[in-house]
């Protein structure tokens, strides 16, 4: 008699803490997408309007205005640097990343682990002494203001990542299955070409869109390691353009986070289920 009502009570728990748990998520996804609304907001309003008291949310007389600025000749070089830049990166990283997993999984020796732990430590390693590393080494080989130098610098920033995601693809790979091809006269280079890339394929798309936005996101090292805005990206042009002016144009600047915005999102909405896929697996069998 004492069992049903400890199977309700029990049900009603789990329920209750279902909905307070999807009611912490709705909060904190309002939190989460305030900033972007205002962002948002303020890119379709005039100057005037930006510091009107009380504030407005939806705007009173929408402009486009502010988006002919995020057009501009300048703005446009800007962001053609960060999709070469971005682009070149997130090749390189995820080429040389699943080369070097692909050698560290299958090395059978105590030594990987340490080479692994080698990787993920090197992510520790203070930002501003890589950069000034970086910085005199490409200063001497007459590499600075170039596409090179900032594409150098964005690879090791991310190329430990790249290492440990895609070892766990390697990882869930048997050793049965290259040493059966190897005994039916395939070569190394068929192996890797018909077996291997295949089931990391999920990897590779995560590896490239998580080096893609980390690169068109990053500002330290495009700063530093371009000296001439013919040749900045976007983070970087956008700040020193906005503080040479001496001067806070919000809408236009909120036009311009608004624009450069749009490409990271087409990105991650194309290539999202192999992207939550590949970051999944990766990091289980990693």
């Not at 996804?29 to 305030?34: C, G, N």
């Not at 007459?142 to 190329?159: M, N, P, S």
């Amino acid at each position: 008699m004492t069992i049903a009502p400890s199977v309700e009570m029990f049900d009603l728990r789990r329920r209750s803490a279902q909905v307070a748990g999807y009611v912490v998520m709705a909060g904190s996804l309002i939190v989460l997408q305030f900033p972007l609304a205002w962002l948002l907001a303020t890119a379709f309003k005039s100057r005037g309007e930006v510091f009107s008291v009380p504030p407005t949310w939806i705007p009173r007389e929408p402009t486009l205005e502010p988006f002919a600025y995020a057009f501009s000749p300048i703005m446009l070089r800007f962001f053609f640097n960060s999709v070469v830049i971005a682009a070149a990166t997130a090749f390189t990283s995820t080429l040389i990343g699943a080369c070097t997993a692909y050698v560290v999984a299958r090395l059978r020796h105590w030594s990987s682990n340490m080479l692994m732990v080698f990787f993920l430590c090197s992510l520790a390693f203070p930002l501003p002494l890589l950069m000034i590393t970086l910085y005199l080494t490409l200063s001497r080989l007459g590499l600075i203001d170039t596409y090179f130098a900032v594409i150098i610098g964005h690879v090791v920033l991310t190329l430990p990542v790249v290492i440990w995601l895609l070892k766990g693809f390697v990882d869930s790979l048997p050793v049965e299955v290259e040493e059966a091809a190897y005994v039916e006269g395939a070569s190394l280079f068929r192996i890797i070409w018909s077996i291997v890339i295949p089931i990391m394929r999920p990897g590779f798309t995560a590896a490239a869109i998580y080096v893609f936005v980390t690169s068109w996101n990053e500002f330290i090292f495009g700063l530093t390691f371009t000296t001439s805005s013919s040749m900045r990206p976007l983070p970087a042009g956008i700040a020193l353009l906005f503080l040479q002016e001496f001067q806070y144009q919000w809408p236009q600047m909120m036009a311009v986070a608004t624009t450069a915005t749009v490409p990271i999102l087409v990105l991650f909405l194309a290539f999202q289920k192999h992207f939550v896929e590949g970051v999944t697996v990766g990091a289980v069998k990693g």
